[in-house]
């Protein structure tokens, strides 16, 4: 028995092959995405070090770190990581065995002076006195010696008697005479020893301000604080305020470099989706200033260079402490090419 088959207008087409098509033009462009992508990513891993210098950076502020000259113990932080502090504000309190240690030395040495000019005055006094009997005795004595030297009849041991007691007369003068006068100018060398001792530990009190810990400008407060309880030596930061008038980049320039960044170059700065223009201002050698901040990224080797970089007028800049990447292009011919597919790709 034969069926007829009636076929469909040939213009309409077939739905399997429409399937069949599709699945394979999606097919070949996922393998073209795929092979493209993966040569791009080859190209632009090994070729961007040869177009740009690319390194990370830390955005920063001048630090003005706060610390005191002595051993101290922090009693009180009255401030946070990030706040807002104005110049002069209380941001804490310490203790400091040392001061007292220092100040009750000093004390004991006002008490021996305040002792010793005691006792001198009290010689002087006895001195002055009794100054003015001792010289008339002595000008009895050589009276009475001159008188018995007109007289013939005196006996040699009143003779003898009266010089003794001339000569004991003249010594008494005498050394009273050297006790007023030194003494004199040991009273003035202890007012000026005491006036230093008193400048001296003026000076230790008004450093310390009774425990009070200033902040010496306006700013915003660093990670770096220490806590209530903590032990400082001398000179060991209690704070660190960075000053958000004055915003820049410690970019860290990579080791691997075909060409030294020079001042003046023009970088682009990375955070997050933002490209912010900017300025190198300063290339800055690794010092121990740095070495103690600088951060370790992943595996990457220390940088042996610092590169300062200002941001251009008119942008708002990343919030201190955030970590950025820095771009220098090579060439300007780069540079141009590499703004122009940015704004054609919306990235900026």
């Known amino acids: 028995m034969n069926i007829t088959i009636n076929r469909l207008d040939p213009n309409v087409p077939d739905p399997i092959e429409s399937r069949r098509r599709a699945a394979g033009r999606l097919v070949r462009f996922a393998y073209g995405a795929t092979v493209f992508g993966v040569l791009a990513f080859f190209v632009i891993y090994f070729g961007a070090p ?10 920063t502020a001048p630090r003005y770190v706060v610390s005191l000259p002595h051993i101290v113990q922090i009693k009180t932080m009255n401030v946070v990581p990030g706040a807002t502090v104005k110049a002069g504000q209380v941001i804490g309190t310490v203790n400091s065995p040392q001061v007292d240690s220092v100040i009750a030395t000093y004390m004991n040495a006002l008490a021996d002076i305040a002792v010793r000019r005691a006792e001198l005055r009290v010689k002087l006094r006895v001195a002055q006195e009794s100054l003015a009997s001792s010289r008339s005795y002595l000008r009895l004595t050589e009276e009475t010696i001159a008188h018995i ?34 003494a004199t100018v040991q009273l003035t060398d202890l007012d000026k ?3 230093k001792i008193r400048g001296h530990m003026d000076a230790i009190e008004g450093s310390f301000a009774g425990g009070e810990v200033l902040a010496p400008v ?13 032990s400082l030596v001398a000179g060991a930061p209690i704070a660190e305020i960075l000053d958000p008038t004055d915003i820049f980049v410690d970019w860290y320039v990579p080791n691997e470099r075909l060409a030294n960044p020079t001042i003046d170059d023009q970088v682009q700065v990375l955070f997050g ?76």
């Not at 300063?282 to 200002?310: C, E, H, K, M, N």
């Open 218 to 230: 306006a700013g915003v407060v660093s990670t770096n604080v220490a806590y209530a309880g903590q």
């Open 50 to 59: 040869l177009v740009l210098l690319s390194g990370p950076g830390t955005v």
């Open 149 to 182: 030297e007109e007289m013939s009849s005196a006996s040699l041991s009143y003779r003898v008697d009266m010089y003794r007691e001339r000569a004991q007369a003249l010594r008494t003068v005498v050394s009273q005479e050297a006790e007023i006068a030194e």
């Open 273 to 348: 989706n933002r490209r912010i223009p900017g300025t190198i201002i300063d290339i800055l050698p690794v010092s121990d200033i740095y070495a103690g901040r600088q951060p370790q990224f992943g595996g990457d080797r220390q940088a042996t260079q610092i590169a300062r970089v200002r941001f251009n007028n008119g942008v708002t800049p990343p919030p201190l402490s955030s970590t950025v990447y820095v771009h220098m292009y090579y060439t300007h011919f780069t540079a141009r090419i590499a703004k122009w597919l940015i704004q054609l790709l919306r990235l900026d």
């Open 193 to 195: 020893f005491n006036q």
